[in-house]
């Protein structure tokens, strides 16, 4: 019987999206240092995933060149150029907040610029996928998101959201199937501008490495 990965794998492949499977993350590890060329420019959104992979060691490690979002000021104007600047990388690296047996990969921004460079720019995007972010269908998606991704998050990055204290969004309080924009109206909140990629134009675009591993929130 096919499992859930390779049943993702499948549809994801469909929808024009290239699938890779991995049993493990040193296996796509390898896999990703023998596409990376050096010198090239590459960067990555922020991510858990990346870290607990070792893929953010790869990238960093000075064979490439790395725009490192961890060096900003925090100053507004220089935010806004970096991120700029990171639509033009040979290649992207993220992960995914959900991903779909239909072959749907759904994405949660605060400031909207992970959504933006998978969508259009970097020549290359490459989304680190653990078994544990795919769910069966986009409502399963969204609730992933309020109830898993979001607040934990918010726990790393020390933001004094609703959805940090109580472990889940306050939208969950109220009803089983929240709409996206429901919650609260925290200035800090994390979950405001959605992306779900579907059918591709480009196959050689986006690579969705799927690891059987539990990786990130």
Do not use: H
């Not at 492949?13 to 590890?29: D, S």
């Not at 090239?40 to 490690?61: F, M, R």
């Not at 961890?70 to 935010?79: N, V």
């Not at 204290?165 to 909140?189: E, F, N, Q």
């Amino acid at each position: 019987m096919e499992n859930v990965l390779e049943k993702v794998s499948r549809a994801l492949n469909k929808n024009n999206i290239n699938a890779l499977l991995f049993q493990n993350t040193p296996a796509a590890v390898d896999y990703l240092k023998s596409v990376l060329k050096a010198g090239e420019t590459v960067t990555c959104g922020g991510s858990v995933t990346l870290a607990e992979s070792g893929v953010y060691s790869l990238i960093s490690n000075g064979d490439y060149n790395f725009l490192d979002r961890t060096k900003l000021s925090g100053e507004k104007m220089e935010t806004a150029a970096f991120y700029k600047n990171t639509l033009s990388a040979d290649s992207y690296f993220c992960s995914a907040n959900a991903v779909t047996e239909n072959g749907e990969i759904v994405n949660v921004d605060g400031m909207g610029n992970r959504i933006t460079a998978s969508a259009f720019g970097p020549e290359r995007v490459f989304m680190i996928v653990g078994k544990n972010k795919i769910v069966k269908d986009l409502e399963e998606a969204f609730l992933r998101i309020k109830r898993v991704a979001s607040p934990r998050n918010a726990v790393r990055l020390s933001l004094p959201t609703p959805c940090a204290k109580i472990g889940k969004c306050v939208s969950l309080l109220k009803s089983d199937k929240p709409g996206i924009t429901d919650g609260c109206d925290s200035p800090y909140r994390i979950c405001r501008d959605y992306l779900i990629l579907g059918k591709q134009n480009d196959s050689k675009r986006i690579t969705v490495l799927l690891v059987n591993e539990e990786l990130g929130y």
